[in-house]
């Protein structure tokens, strides 16, 4: 099958092992992975902070850029969940434009749903013998309900030692601009989720998202926590021979 990565700004920019992980997968599983060098960022911050003509922008870019690939796969459930919610509001006024993002909204995917629902997998080869818990963000519980999808998948990595997380539908507290906005509240929110995190004992944290990681992994290193974020495709594109 043939895919197109979109990365999003914030792992091209921040975390680009994560797409480097998402790749290794796909074609460890036998798949076609292109980039497409006109990609750009979704927009999900311009349009949470009311920059509409910004946010457009960004959404034509992103239909221009991706207007005939089969098939879209995101590491990040932010992202996606922009594409899927905030997109048709965006385009409402231009009907054309509307169209387009209607019509290739369906073949967009986040990268766990991507492999249990599209490729109906959920032992993707991987082995990784660390202690584990997963973060389920706001976006992948909420807005994608992406339910067991990357619970499944990191069931099925070999050698892995899984705990639940205490308390994991609560949000980490990040949020994108909230964070910046709402300094005190956001610093309480990531308390609760490192007590939570801590409490399990794991060597890692997971998620399938890393703007969330990056907020918890900052507070976890500011304690000397010892504990890793890392995103799930990480996790997965982990072999015996790595």
């Keep these: 099958m043939q895919v197109s990565l979109f990365i999003t700004c914030f792992n091209d920019t921040l975390f680009p092992q994560t797409g480097q992980a998402a790749v290794a997968v796909l074609e460890r599983l036998g798949h076609q ?3 497409r060098p006109t990609q750009s960022c979704c927009g999900q911050m311009h349009s949470n ?9 960004l959404v034509r870019r992103f239909v221009e850029t991706f207007r005939d690939a089969p098939t879209v796969v ?3 459930t932010s992202c996606t969940s922009t594409i899927r919610s905030q997109y048709p509001r965006l385009a409402a006024e231009d009907g054309v434009l509307l169209r387009e993002v209607e019509a290739l909204i369906p073949r967009v995917f986040e990268f766990s ?8 997998l959920e032992d993707v080869g991987a082995y990784y013998p660390h202690r584990v818990t997963y973060h389920a963000s706001c976006n992948s519980l909420r807005g994608l309900k992406l339910g067991g999808a990357p619970l499944a998948l990191l069931h ?3 050698g892995l030692d899984f705990v639940e997380l205490p308390a994991k539908e609560e949000c980490c507290g990040f949020g994108g601009t909230f964070a910046i906005k709402n300094a005190e509240v956001s610093t309480a929110m990531l308390t609760d989720k490192m007590r939570a995190v801590l409490a399990t004992g794991a060597e890692v944290v997971t998620a399938g998202d890393n703007s969330c990681l990056m907020h918890i992994a900052g ?6 926590a010892g ?6 495709a ?8 790595a």
Aim: overall charge neutral; proline content about 4%; some cysteine.
């Design 33 to 35: 992975v292109e980039f």
């Design 49 to 57: 902070s009311g920059y509409r003509p910004e946010a457009i922008t």
């Design 74 to 76: 995101v590491p990040s």
């Design 113 to 120: 749903e991507f492999l249990t629902q599209v490729l109906k």
């Design 156 to 158: 099925a990595v070999r």
């Design 219 to 224: 507070g976890l290193n500011r304690l000397q």
């Design 227 to 232: 504990v890793r974020a890392m995103h799930l």
């Design 234 to 241: 990480e996790i997965l594109a982990c072999t015996d021979a």
